[in-house]
């Protein structure tokens, strides 16, 4: 195995990972395997799993570990009993463990509940490496301008965001005439309409590329997790919403692709391994060796591409609709697709219904509400959301 060897007399890396249970968590401790001393770990979180978490801070060594369940407190702490570890619970024991010293902080956290913990990094002067995206949806100007006050950087962590941030290193945004995520499709690029209407939940969290969590397998299903990475890459890219777009890519090999003024193309190829742009973040502005699967162009055979079908996956639409009519919109469109979504995997929602509701809550917003320029603006409009969404999930689900 190829580890990252420490340089003689610089300290290791500082690490944080917001998230550590999760697939994005689990990754990055695998690359931490790899690497070696080359890293310390200063703080690991998780939801609710206090044994997964244990086992986090018994593998790392970590000095501060935070579940969010205040229930969970007296078990986390007499399974860790004996070890130099300090405990915790709560929601604010999470944002805690966002304020510890760290070089980087791994942000993973799942949906909204994320907001509060990755700001709290951002403040502290951490370079944040960025897996969860709802926090650029739902308040992507708050989190650029407070990365420019604290002088630090949000290196993105999805595959799609992380090829990008590598091709335009080295141009002038001027250069850029257009930046292209790709989308494998999901199960069901090639499904008709009546047969969405009998999608499943276990047919939908069976992506046929990647394997994730089920919240982000469900939005890879509807293309709504690409609408979310389109508004999150105008946030992280400086560029307008015209010269975002989406193309769908079967086997997954291309990541990203920019167009420059010229007509060039330059697209990004990696292997269908989230431990690719882990790494990449974590060794950021330096890279290293890894031991990761090389790709063989000449075994893979063919590269496909096609357009995405707004007619098919509705979704996309309404997050596009959504980065045009401001951060409000998009806030309101994440907190919604939440709520859809959960409702979906308790099989109370159909597939379809998940695009209806978000589309209903966008009609039924409010006129005069504005762009949150604060971490409780934020969650206040997050919580209007997904009130309009309870409703609108109960009006539908009635029907049924």
Same mark, same amino acid.
């Given at each position: 195995?190829?580890?990252?060897?420490?340089?003689?007399?610089?300290?290791?890396?500082? =690490?944080?990972? %917001?998230?550590?249970?999760?697939? *994005? !968590?689990?990754?990055?401790?695998? @690359? $931490?395997?790899?690497? +070696?001393?080359?890293?310390?770990?200063?703080?690991?979180?998780?939801?609710?799993?206090?044994?997964?978490?244990?086992?986090?801070?018994?593998?790392?060594?970590?000095?501060?570990?935070?579940?969010?369940?205040?229930?969970?407190?007296?078990?986390?702490?007499?399974?860790?009993?004996?070890?130099?570890?300090?405990?915790?619970?709560?929601?604010?024991?999470?944002?805690?463990?966002?304020?510890?010293?760290?070089?980087?902080?791994?942000?993973?956290?799942?949906?909204?509940?994320?907001?509060?913990?990755?700001?709290?990094?951002?403040?502290?002067?951490?370079?944040?490496?960025?897996?969860?995206?709802?926090?650029?949806?739902?308040?992507?100007?708050?989190?650029?301008?407070?990365?420019?006050?604290?002088?630090?950087?949000?290196?993105?962590?999805?595959?799609?965001?992380?090829? =990008?941030?590598? %091709?335009?290193?080295?141009?002038? *945004? !001027?250069?850029?005439?257009?930046? @292209? $995520?790709?989308?494998? +499709?999901?199960?069901?690029?090639?499904?008709?309409?009546?047969?969405?209407?009998?999608?499943?939940?276990?047919?939908?969290?069976?992506?046929?590329?990647?394997?994730?969590?089920?919240?982000?397998?469900?939005?890879?299903?509807?293309?709504?997790?690409?609408?979310?990475?389109?508004?999150?890459?105008?946030?992280?890219?400086?560029?307008?919403?015209?010269?975002?777009?989406?193309?769908?890519?079967?086997?997954?090999?291309?990541?990203?692709?920019?167009?420059?003024?010229?007509?060039?193309?330059?697209?990004?190829?990696?292997?269908?391994?989230?431990?690719?742009?882990?790494?990449?973040?974590?060794?950021?502005?330096?890279?290293?060796?890894?031991?990761?699967?090389?790709?063989?162009?000449?075994?893979?055979?063919?590269?496909?591409?096609?357009?995405?079908?707004?007619?098919?996956?509705?979704?996309?639409?309404?997050?596009?609709?959504?980065?045009?009519?401001?951060?409000?919109?998009?806030?309101?469109?994440?907190?919604?697709?939440?709520?859809?979504?959960?409702?979906?995997?308790?099989?109370?929602?159909?597939?379809?219904?998940?695009?209806?509701?978000?589309?209903?809550?966008?009609?039924?917003?409010?006129?005069?509400?504005?762009?949150?320029?604060?971490?409780?603006?934020?969650?206040?409009?997050?919580?209007?959301?997904?009130?309009?969404?309870?409703?609108?999930?109960?009006?539908?689900?009635?029907?049924?």
């Amino acid at each position: 195995m190829v580890a990252a060897a420490p340089v003689a007399g610089v300290a290791p890396r500082r =690490i944080s990972i %917001l998230g550590a249970t999760g697939s *994005i !968590g689990q990754s990055t401790l695998s @690359v $931490l395997r790899e690497a +070696g001393p080359a890293y310390e770990v200063e703080a690991v979180t998780a939801n609710t799993d206090v044994q997964a978490l244990a086992r986090v801070v018994r593998e790392t060594g970590a000095r501060f570990a935070a579940v969010a369940a205040p229930g969970a407190y007296l078990e986390l702490k007499d399974t860790l009993a004996g070890m130099a570890v300090e405990v915790a619970a709560g929601t604010d024991a999470i944002v805690e463990a966002a304020r510890r010293p760290a070089d980087i902080t791994v942000a993973a956290i799942v949906g909204a509940a994320g907001l509060a913990p990755t700001h709290a990094a951002l403040v502290t002067g951490a370079t944040v490496a960025l897996a969860t995206k709802e926090c650029m949806v739902s308040a992507g100007d708050l989190f650029r301008d407070t990365a420019h006050r604290a002088g630090t950087r949000l290196l993105p962590v999805d595959s799609e965001h992380n090829a =990008i941030f590598q %091709l335009l290193e080295g141009h002038d *945004i !001027g250069d850029i005439e257009r930046i @292209v $995520l790709t989308a494998s +499709g999901g199960p069901f690029r090639r499904h008709s309409p009546a047969q969405m209407a009998d999608v499943r939940p276990e047919d939908a969290l069976r992506h046929p590329r990647w394997s994730m969590g089920a919240k982000i397998s469900i939005d890879s299903a509807t293309m709504m997790n690409k609408g979310l990475e389109i508004i999150e890459a105008f946030h992280l890219f400086d560029v307008g919403p015209e010269q975002l777009g989406a193309i769908v890519h079967p086997e997954s090999i291309v990541h990203g692709l920019i167009e420059l003024v010229d007509g060039t193309q330059l697209a990004a190829l990696g292997a269908t391994d989230m431990r690719l742009p882990i790494s990449h973040c974590l060794s950021w502005p330096d890279r290293v060796a890894t031991p990761l699967r090389r790709l063989d162009l000449a075994e893979i055979g063919q590269l496909t591409f096609e357009p995405l079908d707004i007619a098919r996956f509705p979704a996309f639409g309404l997050a596009t609709q959504a980065l045009d009519a401001g951060g409000w919109a998009t806030n309101i469109l994440n907190a919604a697709n939440e709520m859809a979504v959960a409702a979906f995997l308790d099989e109370g929602l159909a597939f379809p219904d998940i695009a209806g509701v978000v589309g209903d809550v966008l009609d039924s917003a409010e006129s005069g509400l504005r762009t949150p320029t604060t971490i409780g603006e934020a969650l206040d409009l997050d919580r209007y959301g997904r009130e309009l969404a309870r409703r609108t999930i109960e009006i539908r689900t009635n029907r049924q």
